[in-house]
């Protein structure tokens, strides 16, 4: 059993300021998770002009995230109860986001071309989506290395009509990080 926390893992703040998330930006964390290990960094980071939009697909990680904002009196996070894999689920604005994350979640969708389409109705023209997970070699955390996606996979995944591949970067020992911008195509 391995001792690192989640910041030794991936330092969220660290993560966010690489990939260049700015004060006043609309970020979703897609798959936020119970603890909103970026979304209370991202939270910190947009201020109180922006709006980190929490989405998962379970009820209970987006009760636990919500009543840490109301405990710590952060208010610019929104709880998004939804199904990425779902095209027009997440009950977030049409093109309205500048960043969507998507951070140690690939391996758990089944349908990423769904997942893509809904990443990119969310996303508006210029925005960056932001692709982290597991690297397929052996790691002492992480899913079983059958479940990941190469970081060649994730990037034929996203490049295309939708999304334009921008750079790869290093998010951490154990993960691969990659960058998409978000074309002007329509989502059809």
């Known amino acids: 059993m391995s001792h690192l926390t989640g910041t ?11 990939v260049e998330l700015e004060a006043g930006n609309r970020v979703a964390d897609l798959g936020c998770g119970a603890l909103g290990h970026f979304v209370f960094p991202a939270a910190k980071l947009v201020g ?3 709006v980190v939009f929490a989405v998962d697909i379970q009820r209970q990680v987006l009760e636990q995230v919500d009543r840490l904002a109301k405990q710590d009196q952060i208010f610019n996070i929104k709880p998004v ?8 689920a997440v009950a977030i604005q049409d093109g309205s986001l500048d960043m969507a994350l998507l951070i ?43 479940l990941r996606v190469s970081r060649e996979k994730a990037k034929k995944i996203f490049s295309g009509q939708l999304f334009k591949f921008l750079q790869e970067f290093e998010p ?15 989502v059809a």
């Open 8 to 18: 030794e893992l991936i330092n969220a703040f660290s993560l966010l300021e690489k």
């Open 48 to 50: 109180q002009r922006g």
């Open 104 to 146: 140690n979640n690939l391996f758990l969708i089944k349908d990423l071309e769904q997942a893509r389409k809904e990443m990119a109705r969310l996303t508006k023209a210029g925005a960056r989506l932001i692709v982290v997970d597991w690297k397929t070699s052996d790691t002492p955390l992480g899913p079983p290395l059958n």
């Open 81 to 88: 109860w939804a199904d990425i894999e779902k095209f027009r």
């Open 172 to 186: 951490g020992q154990y993960h691969y990080g990659l960058i998409f911008e978000r074309t002007a195509s329509p």
